[in-house]
């Protein structure tokens, strides 16, 4: 990484999606060198209103137009230093040519997409490259105007490696730190993105969800046969809650009043938010399922374990991508 007296690191964000603004917004806003690869669709709302940055705690910054470095070109990516991978598990394998095409041979490149294995698809087109995968366990509702709001808790985890990238992403409202358990840290955190599916076809909001028993027990049953698939596969798993993975589905199917005092800290969000594949679908947009209960499902084939439940998220979400969001039942979707 290079860095000097006189001159930051340059940052290019590629994706200038919800996690892409909020991050590179807070980076840019604690004085770093950003600039934000994306599509039209977003940067004509930055060019016009700046960004608004806000979270569930009550953080409130904006960064004002003329201070945004945005592209629509990936040349941008010749400049950069740190690349950060924001685009969505589809888009990766592009954004790995983009990056092969353009990117310094020297430029650290980290990933901070959902979902599992993106990383191995940024080696095998940049083999020379220094890759770190991240995980982040917070989601950001974009909202009107350029404004992007976290609403939940958690602290961005990525890698270990040289060059202290933790240190030169943690500014004033983004903690990062690293590890050299990431892949463990992801399948923590790969367990609680499988809610994204049925969040986004129960119709509700995550707090209204979490306080609603059926869709708690269905949530529980999910990640309980993802949790078989990953131990048939000899995956550890690391939490990103301070309970232990195991123990998460019996929390979840306990009775509402009981979950609401054990699990106080999972209701740290924002009463508003819902995930992001629940944005996707209600934008008409091509959703992430395949990364996610799409490679519970292969893995489970590979070791002849079963994953009804996820296969029936999966159904519904590539019916909803065809159809429109309907509201769903946990009984419909068990059956």
Not at 227 to 244: E, G
Request: proline share 7%; net charge neutral.
């Amino acid at each position: 990484m290079k860095n000097s007296a006189t001159k930051s690191p340059r940052i290019v964000v590629a994706g200038a999606g919800a996690i892409g603004c909020y991050v590179g917004g807070l980076l840019a806003h604690g004085g770093m060198q950003v600039s934000f690869l994306g599509r039209a669709r977003i940067l004509d709302t930055l060019r016009s209103h700046g960004l608004r940055l806000s979270d569930y705690s009550g953080m409130d910054v904006s960064v004002p137009p003329d201070a945004l470095d945005l592209h629509e070109a990936p040349a941008i990516l010749a400049d950069a230093d740190l690349i950060l991978v924001c685009v969505k598990s589809a888009a990766t394998a592009e954004m790995a040519d983009q990056i092969a095409a353009y990117a310094k041979p020297d430029a650290i490149i980290v990933s901070l997409q959902n979902g599992m294995g993106h990383a191995d698809t940024l080696r095998a087109a940049l083999p020379s490259h220094d890759i770190r995968p991240a995980m982040v366990p917070f989601n950001v509702v974009p909202k009107e105007l350029g404004q992007f709001h976290r609403a939940s808790s958690g602290d961005i985890v990525i890698g270990a490696g040289p060059a202290g990238i933790d240190q030169l992403m943690s500014v004033a409202g983004l903690d990062v730190s690293q590890s050299d358990e990431i892949e463990a840290v992801q399948w923590g955190k790969f367990l609680l993105n499988l809610n994204n599916a049925p969040n986004a076809l129960s119709g509700l909001t995550l707090h209204e969800q979490l306080l609603n028993r059926p869709w708690r027990r269905l949530m529980a049953d999910q990640m309980a046969e993802a949790l078989h698939v990953l131990r048939a596969h000899n995956c550890t798993v690391r939490p990103t809650t301070p309970v232990p993975v195991a123990l998460v589905p019996h929390i979840l199917r306990l009775p509402t009043p009981l979950f609401r005092r054990v699990a106080a800290k999972m209701l740290t969000i924002d009463p508003e938010a819902r995930t992001s594949m629940a944005h996707d679908l209600m934008a008409g947009r091509i959703t992430e399922i395949d990364a996610l209960q799409g490679r519970i499902i292969a893995m489970g084939r590979e070791k002849s374990v079963k994953t009804p439940l996820c296969e029936a998220m999966l159904l519904a979400v590539k019916q909803a991508e065809q159809t429109g969001a309907k509201p769903h039942s946990p009984e419909s979707l068990r059956s």
